[in-house]
Structures are given as structure tokens and as C-alpha cells.
């Protein structure tokens, strides 16, 4: 691989296209200086991606643009290509060529391209890395560059081992894995922080949801027993308490007839059972059988299908077998004949190879002594060619020096009047720029102000728009306080409505006559509405009326009568008529009754006085046994709790909807009153809140920031604009100080530059005397040179037909040989797999009729099976039919004894009881109702549910009572705590999972650092003690066999890829302290031989070499060239030299010169093209 081209255009002083071809031998590069030669070498570091403007030697990158002449513009951009010859492959690539370009333009944008496609600089940079080539590898070195390397201020030592080492990528790598790393760390942090407040939240919203999902199911299962055992309850008392009347008639009578049909009837359900055991025991049995055949069906089957399988895979296989074993025997056949034929070659190539020997050697041995003789005279051609070419271009410098002294005397008057007119503008600039200046101040001042008046109100309307926000808020929190209040006295009001409406608390007949026949009388009603109390009596006065309350109230008895015949013709059972026509006109009230507390019309004062003038209020139940002692009076508490004539006292929990059936009306008014007066504050404050909103939306505070952002822009334009005219009167007064300086300097080099061009000429005169002498012994000598040359070349045409036929006799042995161990290697595989594949096809044939033999046992027991599993199933059939009519019979005898037994309990019941069960019964109806309404607010008929009918009532009653139990033991519950723990528990388990991840990516990145770090250190000390030995005999090669020097890297260092590696070089005769003590030759071939050193152990594809060999003497010299000419077989080398023993190694040489001032121009010339033309 090497360099073929490099294109520049536009780059530093080559302004014009430049075509620059290399081959793959030493290029040398000269020319005086100044003329651009080092901008070839800057080209080749800048397309090779070299970000650093000081190793371009320029002070910002934009100076690498062509910047123009007196006489040529500048350009809009520098371009440089450069294109390799990727034959070996070393740049990872398809290309065998390979084109890098890079473009800058004067904007600053930038270009990179591989073969004319755009691609990026970390691109370019992959490309070479590890290769030895690069902006700051090996492959490129200055002589500013030796004393670096040697001082190794900036680690530049360390950096030529790890690019020769191939280290760079994994520092590279580990750099970014490092990045990596700590973003890694700082990510598990955060994330860490973040998990312990997750996992305190959602430990305690964990706790909250468990004790909300629990009392939730509780709720749920209790609301579900409860009502269905409520309504089994209701349903069972009004059913019981129509037909009590008739039942107690006829108790007595049925009561024998009822005992005689139980002892019958549990006779016959006893044997029926006994019955019904037997058949189905045959049935389990019968069931049993078929699951046993029924299985035994599906293993057979199962296990035929299964070895049906086997046999295909089996025969499969015999095939493949088959097909391996003939093309083996194919295959061997082939082998035995290539090895026949490979031993019979051998034995003819013996005699070839020794003959081809003894013909080498004796070539070889004439190509050396002529070989020798000719490079002593070609080195005495050289000293004199050299001796011409200092003369020449000491000739060459005094004639410049000439012209530039003359030039410059000529252009020092121009150069005066010119600085004398700069010095004019510049003052009149300044003059200008101090007006613009004032002008900048005055508006900055106007800014700022404005500046600042715009923050004081920005402020204003944000302290504003937050105390809006805030009155907001309380409003909005108001308006919901007073919606739900709303909300809830509405959802109050359509309720009492619907009780008012639905007649739903009245017994069924009062029920049917309202519904369907109230408006065939005149001013029927019901006690419940005709009396009305206030808040404090209402509970006192249901309880007191009681059923009374259900009591129909008529004008006439006449019209009791007919209401009464409805019910009969109609069978809607009974009802109490109260005919007011029949009462008396008063009746006695008892001071202290609750007759004083109650309201009704004027028609209805009698009754009143009849149902309450008895009835007295009382604080508590002993009160009221204590006012009614000795009277036929009732006494009743606040609470509701009643004490009779007789003596008896009802009481128990009290409806959460007591009292709300007297006075239903006056109830419904205020509710309806309290519920406008809600909506007028509620409409009210929607106003109000409309108004806020408003206010808060006229204050643009988004406008306001933009304003302010804008005028700080403005006012920083300014800032800047002033700062920068103040720095460009800085930088002109400056310039004039500079000017005033150089017009002086100018003045006094005037007369010097004379004075010198006169002590030019006879040095001229002597010079050119001194080159015709010279010229005339190298005429001679190439001469004598040209004879040894056909001669040399005559003899090593002769060595090279007789190294390539051996070789090539060598190959042709090497190839049989190989043939005859391939082939005996070939012959024992073949035969292996033959026997192998012929055993294992028997074993598969085994196989197969051992699975045909399977195959025919299962199917004959599948079939047996099968035929008795029809039998089973006819069996089973017959079993279940003959259970089944046996367990019809069983529920019908349950049926018709359930019901025997049911009215034999009820028949037990006393008759002198019965007017009490009924009484209790309509209490207890009361009370069910009641528990519905208070507990789930709702009516009895819209109740639905039903007893388990796994379970009996006591059963039911006490799993309520244990729910309620855990409910009250659970207490308060957050209702929201499920969705926010399962909220919480998503949050939480994805961090985890991230916190995991993380881990895992910490793991992973700590791996690589650790491998990464055991390949590079285990690399690079290899590469290290190679070049170390490679460097201790470059050393004594360049200088004395008896020399010294030695490479150390530094031990025990915390990173081993961190290591300072120092240079230890005693040239002989000398004991210097340390290596800035050499001279600056011995510096330099020190430097030398470390570079070669690298080249050994991995040389780069090219090396260029920019005047390195400038500290060296002559002896010095001659060394370095020929180091150089030995290894230009491997590398490339292209060198920047004024030395002519350098020149004279060179296979090309290129010439920089500068015929127009800046602009650079370059000539080649091949040196093995000039010799033929002499």
C-alpha cells in the first residue's frame, strides 16, 4: 500500500490545481526556503483530519484558504485529495484504491468525502486509526517533531507505542465505555432516589388498597346477604300475615289431619331415599368404567400414532444413510487416485531442485562483486555531484539574494508612501468610530430605561395574575361546596317526591283504592296526610298512629262501605275506614298530649282530639310509663319509642327516614326554598368567576416577557456593537503605532540593503570558476559508471531467472506434498464415515420392526377397548335415567312434606298468641323496610336479590353479622387507594426494571473496561519490548556498535496504559544527565532510530520525513540515507531535504518554486529518467 496522488487546490500558497503523483520507492520534495514545500506536508496532516491550527502552522483553520496575492485574489475555498493504493488491504475497505478528500470555504463549513461520497470526519478518522497513518501518527514527522517526541511535554512519545501497538481504538473505546460508565452511575442514582420515595408511597397505598379491596368485598357480600335476607324476610311476613285470620279458625281441625299426612309422608321420603342410594351407586360404578376405558382409548392411540412416527423418521433416516454411504465410496475412489498420482510427481522433482540450487548460488555470487565495485565509484560520483549542487546553490542563493535586495530597495519608497496614506484612513476611521460610538451610548440609554420600566410592570401583572389565580381557586372550591350541596338537596327532594307519589309504604288494599278509586269520593285520604308536625315531633308522632297512619279517611260511612265492597269484589284484602260522619263532634285532650303539637284543617280537629288527645310526650320511656300509671293513655319519647295501654313497650333502632311521612308537604316546600336559594349563590358566583377570568386574561404576560426579552436583546446588541467598536479603535490605534514603527524600520534597512548588494559580485565570479572544474570530473566518472551498469544489469537479470526457477520448483514439491497428506487424510475420513453410516442403518431397521410390532398390539387393543366402551356407555345411560326418576320422586315428597311441616309449626302456635304474631309481624315488616331505607336508601319493591341456596338463614344471618363485624373493625377506608396503588405499582415496577437494567449495564460496561484494558496493556507491552530491541540495534546501527541505550516504561502505576516511557542514549565518548544534552544530530538519529524502531515492529504504509536530517552532519547523513533506502522496500517515504546525499536516494524528486510571489509551483522529475538522458 502507498500513496499514488495528492490533488491540492486552494490550499495555503498552491493556489492554482495541483497534481502531486508518488510511486512507492523515496520521493524527495526541495526548493529554496519559503517556497511552500512545507505546505505539501501540511496538506497530506490536513486531509488526514487534523483539527489543530498550530500543527498547520497558522493561528486559526480558515488560513489554510488561499488568501491571495498583489496579483491574484483570494479564494472561497481550499481542497485536498489524496488517493492510496489499497492492494494489501490494510484500510478496512472494498476499494483497492481509496480517495479521501477534504474541503473547507470561508463560511466554515467543512467537507469530507471517501471515493467523491460525502461521509464524516469520525469516518476518516476510523479509517486510519490502529493503521499507523494519520493526522498525528507515525507516518508523518517534523523536525520540531524529534525534539518533542525526545521531551515528551505533551505525552507525544507514548502516542507513537500505542499507534504502533494498536491501542488507540481500545483507549478510544474505553474513553466512550468510561462516558458511558458515569452516565450509567448518575442515571442509577437518580433512579435509585426516585425508588426509595416509589417504594415508601406505594408500600403505604399498598396497605390503604389491600384495606379498601377488603372492606369493599366485605361491602359488596354484606349488601348482597343483606338484601336478599331483608326481602326473603318481608316477603315471608306479608305473605304470613293475610291468611293468619283463617289459619287460626282452622288450626285446631287440621292440626291431627296435618300430623298423620307428616308421618306419612316422612315415611315415604325415608324409603325413597334408601332407593335413591342404591341407584346411585350403580351409577358411580357405571361412570367409573367408562372413565377407565375411556382413558385406556386415548393412551393406545396416543402411543400408536407416536410409534407410526418413529418408524417414518427411522426409514427417513436409512435414506440419508444410504445416499452418505454411496457418495462416500465415490469420494474415496477419487482420493486414492490423487494421492497414486501425487507420489509418483515427488519422486521426479529431486534431481530438478538440486541442479537449480548449484545454478543460484553461482549467479549470486557474480552479481555481488560487480554489485560492489559499482557502488564505490557510484559513491564517488556522489560526493562530487554533491559538491556541485552546494556550489550551485550557493551560486543560486547569492543571485536571489541579489534580486531580493534589489527588489527591496526598489519597493521601500513604494512601501513608505504607502504607510504614510494608511496612517491618514486609519485616524480618519478612528474619527468615525468614536461618532458612532456616542451615537450607540445615547440609545442604549433610551433602551435601557424602557428596559427596565417593562420589568417593573412584568412584575405587576404576574403578582396580579397569581392573586387571580388564587381568588380562582377559592371560587371554584365554593361553587363545588355549594353544587354538591345542590345536588344532594335535590336528589332529597325527588325522593320525598317519590314517596309522596308512589304510595308505596300503604298496605295494598289502601294502596289499590288510592291508586285506582280516589277520585270516586269526595276528599278520600289516609291519617298520614291529613296531620303535620315539626322536626322535633315527627318521629314521636309516626310512632304513636303507627298502622294508624294506614288508616283511610272518608266523609261518610256510606262511602266506607262502598270503598269497602271494592276491596271484596276486587280481592284486595282489607282496610280500616275512619267515616268522619260518625265521630263525635270532640272528645277528651290531656294536658301535655302531643294533640297540641300536631297541625291539620278545621274538618279534622275531632279526629285529631280522638287519636292523640290521649297520646303524652315524653323525654324518656321511664317518663312515660310514669305519666300514663293509672290512665288509659299512651306515652311515646322523641325517639319514637311507644308505650301501650297495656303496658308494653315497642322500641328498637330508628329509621334513618322516621318521621318523614307526616308532613311530607311542608318538607318538600323548605327543601325546594333551601334549593333556590343554593342555585341564586350558586349563579352568582359563576358571575363572579367569569369576571376573575377575564381580569386574568387581559394581563398578557406572555406579551409583556416577549417585549422585555426583546428589548434585553436589543440592549445586548448594543453592548455588543459598542464593545466591538471600542476593541476596532483599539486594534486601529494599534495599527497606526505599527505603521509609525515600520516606516522607521524601513528608513534604516535602506542603507544596509545597499551596502550589501556590493559585497555580492566577486563571491559570484569564484563560485562559478569552482563549478566548471567540477563538472567536468563528474562527466568522467559517469562514464566509467555506465559500462559498470550494463554489466550489473547483465548479472542480476541472470541471479533473478535462477532465484525464480527454484522457487518455483521449491512450489511445485511444497503443492505434491501437501496433495499426499490431504489425500491419506481424506481416505481414513471417508472410510470412518462409511462403516459408521452402515452400522447405524442396521440399527434403524431394528429399530423399525421392534415399532411394526408395537403397532399391531395397540391396535388390537384399541379395538377391544372400544367395543367395551360401548357397552359402558349403554350401561351408564340406563343408571343415570333410573337415578334421575328416583330423585323426582324424592323432591316431590320433599315438597309436599315441607309444606305439611310448615303449617303443622304454624297450627302449633296458640290461638290466644296469634293476635300477637300478628302485631309483631307488622312490626317487624316496619322494621325491614325501615333498615332498607336507612341503610341503602332506597324502597322495598325496588329491591332485588336473593338467599344463597347454599346456605340457611341462620347462615346468613350470622356471616352479616360477621361482615359487619370486619367492616367495623376495618374502619374508615381511602375508596381511591386501588387505582392509586395500581397507578403507583406500574411506576414502581417500571423503575425497578430500569434500576435493573441499569445494574446490568454497569456490569456490562466494567467487563469491557476490564477487557478492554487486558487486551491494550497485554498488546501494547508486547509491542513494546519489540520495539525496545528493534531500537537498542536501529541505535547502534546509526551510531557505534559500542553505543548504548535503552527504552524504560514506568512501573507500578495505577494505569498501566498511562505509563511515562523514557529514552536512555550514551553515544560513545559522552555521559550525559539526561537525553537534552546531545547535541542536535545525535537528538535527531536518537529520534531516527526510535522511528525506525516502530517501522519494525509496524511500518507504516508511507512515511514522510519534513527536514529531519537538517542537524546532521555528512557522516550522519550518509547513515540516515541509507537506513532510509533499506526500508523504502517496505514503506513509502516522501522527504522535505536541502541535503543532496538525502536527494540522492531519492527514485523521484519534485521541485517547489515560487515565480509569482505567494503563489507556489511545483516540477518533477523521475531520477531514473535523468541517468538514461546522461
Known amino acids: 500500500m502507498y500513496i499514488s496522488e495528492l490533488n491540492l487546490q486552494g490550499f495555503k500558497s498552491f493556489a492554482h490545481k495541483t497534481k502531486v503523483g508518488f510511486d512507492s520507492g523515496i520521493t524527495s520534495i526541495v526548493g529554496p526556503n519559503g517556497c511552500g514545500k512545507s505546505n505539501i506536508v501540511d496538506a497530506l496532516r490536513w486531509v488526514l483530519g487534523e483539527q489543530r491550527p498550530s500543527l498547520l502552522r497558522s493561528s486559526a483553520m480558515s488560513n489554510v484558504i488561499f488568501n491571495g496575492t498583489a496579483k491574484k485574489k483570494a479564494l472561497g ?224 392411540d396416543t402411543s400408536l400414532r407416536i410409534t407410526k412416527e418413529k418408524i417414518q423418521n427411522e426409514e427417513k433416516v436409512i435414506k440419508e444413510y444410504s445416499k452418505d454411504i454411496e457418495q462416500g465410496e465415490i469420494d474415496l475412489k477419487e482420493l486414492m487416485d490423487l494421492l497414486s498420482n501425487s507420489r509418483s510427481k515427488l ?353 398578557d404576560v406572555a406579551n409583556l416577557s416577549q417585549n422585555l426579552k426583546e428589548k434585553e436583546q436589543e440592549v445586548r446588541r448594543l453592548e455588543q456593537q459598542q464593545h466591538s467598536l471600542s476593541s476596532k479603535v483599539q486594534v486601529y490605534q494599534k495599527n497606526i503605532g505599527e505603521l509609525v514603527n515600520r516606516k522607521d524600520h524601513l528608513k534604516t534597512n535602506e542603507g544596509s540593503a545597499q551596502e550589501e548588494l556590493d559585497s555580492i559580485q566577486p563571491k559570484q565570479k569564484e563560485l562559478q570558476s569552482k563549478m566548471l572544474e567540477l563538472d567536468e570530473k563528474q562527466n568522467q566518472k559517469k562514464d566509467l559508471l555506465e559500462s559498470l551498469e550494463e554489466d550489473r544489469s547483465i548479472a542480476q537479470t541472470r541471479y533473478n531467472d535462477a532465484q525464480l526457477q527454484h522457487q518455483d520448483l521449491k512450489n511445485k514439491v511444497e503443492n505434491h506434498e501437501r496433495d499426499v497428506r490431504r489425500a491419506e487424510t481424506g481416505i481414513n475420513s471417508v472410510q470412518s464415515r462409511i462403516e459408521n453410516r452402515t452400522k447405524l442403518t442396521e440399527e434403524s431397521k431394528a429399530r423399525i420392526e421392534s415399532y411394526s410390532q408395537q403397532i399391531t398390539s395397540l391396535e388390537q387393543e384399541l379395538s377391544d377397548n372400544q367395543e367395551l366402551k360401548v357397552e359402558a356407555d349403554e350401561a351408564l345411560k340406563k343408571a343415570e335415567e333410573a337415578a334421575s326418576i328416583q330423585r323426582g320422586k324424592i323432591n316431590e315428597f320433599e315438597k309436599e312434606l315441607k309444606e305439611v311441616r310448615r303449617r303443622k309449626e304454624v297450627n302449633m302456635e296458640l290461638v290466644h298468641h296469634l293476635a300477637m304474631a300478628k302485631e309483631k309481624m307488622e312490626i317487624q315488616s316496619q322494621a325491614l323496610t325501615d333498615h332498607i331505607w336507612e341503610t341503602y336508601g332506597i324502597l322495598m319493591k325496588q329491591v332485588e336479590g336473593e338467599m344463597p341456596e347454599d346456605m340457611s338463614t341462620d347462615e346468613v344471618k350470622q356471616r352479616i353479622g360477621w361482615l359487619r363485624q370486619k367492616l367495623n373493625n376495618i374502619g374508615e377506608v381511602n375508596a381511591l387507594a386501588i387505582d392509586e396503588y395500581k397507578e403507583e405499582k406500574e411506576r414502581l415496577d417500571f423503575y425497578e426494571e430500569q434500576i435493573d437494567d441499569l445494574n446490568k449495564a454497569e456490569k456490562q460496561l466494567l467487563e469491557t473496561i476490564a477487557e478492554i484494558n487486558d487486551t491494550a496493556t497485554e498488546r501494547f507491552n508486547t509491542t513494546f519490548e519489540k520495539i525496545r530491541t528493534n531500537f537498542q540495534e536501529v541505535f547502534k546501527t546509526l551510531f557505534f556498535e559500542d553505543d548504548n541505550c535503552d527504552l524504560i516504561i514506568e512501573k507500578n502505576v495505577e494505569d498501566p496504559l498511562e505509563a511515562k516511557i523514557e529514552i536512555l542514549a550514551q553515544p560513545r565518548g559522552k555521559r550525559p544527565s539526561g537525553i537534552s544534552q546531545l547535541s542536535g544530530g545525535e537528538k535527531t538519529l536518537t529520534a531516527i532510530a526510535l522511528l525506525f524502531a516502530i517501522y519494525l515492529v509496524k511500518p507504516s504504509p508511507f512515511c514522510v520525513l519534513d527536514e529531519v536530517d537538517a542537524p546532521l552532519d555528512d557522516a550522519n547523513i550518509e547513515r540516515f540515507a541509507q537506513m532510509i533506502k533499506s526500508f523504502s522496500n517496505d514503506t513509502q517515504f516522501i522527504i522535505i531535504t536541502h541535503n543532496k546525499k538525502t536527494m540522492s536516494k531519492a527514485e523521484m524528486m519534485y521541485g517547489v518554486t515560487m515565480p509569482e510571489t505567494g503563489v507556489s509551483r511545483l516540477v518533477g522529475v523521475k531520477m531514473d529518467d535523468v541517468e538514461d538522458a546522461a
Open 347 to 699: 519422486e521426479s522433482f529431486d534431481d530438478d531442485l538440486e541442479k537449480s540450487s548449484n545454478t543460484l548460488e553461482e549467479s549470486k555470487k557474480q552479481y555481488s562483486q560487480i554489485q560492489q565495485q559499482y557502488n564505490r565509484e557510484r559513491h564517488e560520483l556522489y560526493e562530487i555531484e554533491v559538491q556541485l549542487s552546494e556550489a550551485n546553490n550557493e551560486l543560486n542563493q547569492l543571485q536571489t539574494k541579489r534580486i531580493k535586495i534589489e527588489s527591496r530597495l526598489e519597493n521601500t519608497e513604494g512601501d513608505l508612501e504607502r504607510i504614510d496614506d494608511e496612517i491618514v484612513d486609519l485616524n480618519d476611521e478612528v474619527d468615525n468610530l468614536n461618532g458612532e460610538q456616542k451615537l450607540i451610548e445615547g440609545k442604549l440609554d433610551s433602551l435601557t430605561e424602557e428596559r427596565d420600566e417593562l420589568e417593573v410592570e412584568l412584575e405587576s401583572a404576574r403578582e396580579k395574575r397569581e392573586s387571580f389565580a388564587e381568588k380562582q381557586n377559592e371560587i371554584k372550591d365554593e361553587l363545588r361546596t355549594l353544587q354538591s350541596k345542590n345536588a344532594s338537596l335535590e336528589s332529597e327532594i325527588n325522593l320525598m317526591n317519590e314517596l309522596a307519589n308512589s304510595n308505596e309504604a300503604f298496605p295494598s288494599s289502601v294502596k289499590y283504592l288510592i291508586d285506582k278509586h280516589r277520585f270516586e269520593f269526595k276528599d278520600l285520604t289516609t291519617v298520614s296526610e291529613i296531620f303535620d308536625t315539626d322536626e322535633k315531633h315527627a318521629v314521636a308522632l309516626e310512632a304513636a298512629l303507627g298502622d294508624v297512619l294506614n288508616y283511610v279517611v272518608i266523609k261518610t260511612l256510606d262511602e266506607a262501605q262502598r270503598a269497602a265492597k271494592i276491596l271484596k269484589e276486587n280481592k284486595k284484602g282489607r282496610a280500616t275506614f275512619i267515616p268522619l260522619d260518625q265521630l263525635a263532634a270532640t272528645y277528651e285532650v290531656q294536658d301535655g298530649s302531643l294533640f297540641d303539637q300536631v297541625k291539620s284543617k278545621r274538618e279534622y280537629s275531632a279526629l285529631k282530639q280522638l287519636l292523640l288527645g290521649n297520646v303524652l310526650i315524653a323525654d324518656s320511656v321511664e317518663e312515660a310509663y310514669s305519666g300514663i300509671k293509672n290512665s288509659s293513655s299512651i306515652g311515646v319519647t322523641y325517639d319514637g319509642e311507644v308505650v301501650t295501654r297495656s303496658g308494653f313497650f315497642q322500641s328498637g333502632s330508628k329509621s334513618k327516614n322516621a318521621g318523614i311521612r307526616v308532613g311530607l308537604k311542608d318538607k318538600i316546600e323548605k327543601l325546594e326554598k333551601e334549593k333556590a336559594q343554593t342555585s341564586k349563590e350558586i349563579t352568582k358566583l359563576e358571575d363572579y368567576l367569569k369576571q376573575i377570568v377575564e381580569k386574568y386574561e387581559k394581563l
Open 77 to 300: 475555498m481550499a481542497e485536498v485529495s489524496l488517493t492510496f493504493v489499497n492492494d494489501k488491504g490494510i484500510l478496512p475497505i472494498e476499494y483497492s484504491e481509496v480517495t479521501i478528500t477534504r474541503r473547507l470555504y470561508r463560511s466554515g463549513d467543512s467537507e469530507y468525502l471517501i471515493n467523491n461520497t460525502s461521509c464524516r470526519l469520525k469516518d476518516i478518522m476510523e479509517l486510519f486509526m490502529d493503521t499507523g497513518m494519520g493526522s498525528d501518527a507515525y507516518s508523518v514527522i517534523e523536525l520540531k517533531m524529534v525534539e518533542e517526541i525526545l521531551n515528551d511535554k505533551n505525552n507525544d512519545r507514548r502516542r507513537l507505542f500505542e499507534e504502533a501497538a494498536g491501542v488507540t481504538r481500545y483507549k478510544d473505546q474505553r474513553k466512550r465505555t468510561l462516558r458511558k460508565l458515569d452516565e450509567t452511575r448518575k442515571d442509577l442514582q437518580r433512579v435509585d432516589d426516585l425508588l426509595i420515595e416509589l417504594r415508601k408511597k406505594a408500600r403505604s397505598l399498598e396497605i390503604q388498597a389491600e384495606k379498601a379491596e377488603k372492606a369493599k368485598k366485605y361491602k359488596v357480600e354484606l349488601e348482597s346477604l343483606d338484601k336478599g335476607f331483608t326481602l326473603h324476610e318481608f316477603n315471608k311476613i306479608k305473605e304470613e300475615l293475610e291468611p293468619l285470620q283463617e289459619r287460626i279458625n282452622n288450626a285446631e281441625k287440621e292440626k291431627k289431619e296435618i300430623t298423620a299426612a307428616a308421618e306419612e309422608f316422612e315415611s315415604s321420603d325415608e324409603k325413597a331415599r334408601s332407593n335413591l342410594q342404591e341407584k346411585e351407586r350403580q351409577q358411580a360404578e357405571a361412570q367409573r368404567r367408562v372413565s377407565q376405558l375411556h382413558n385406556a382409548i386415548r393412551e393406545a
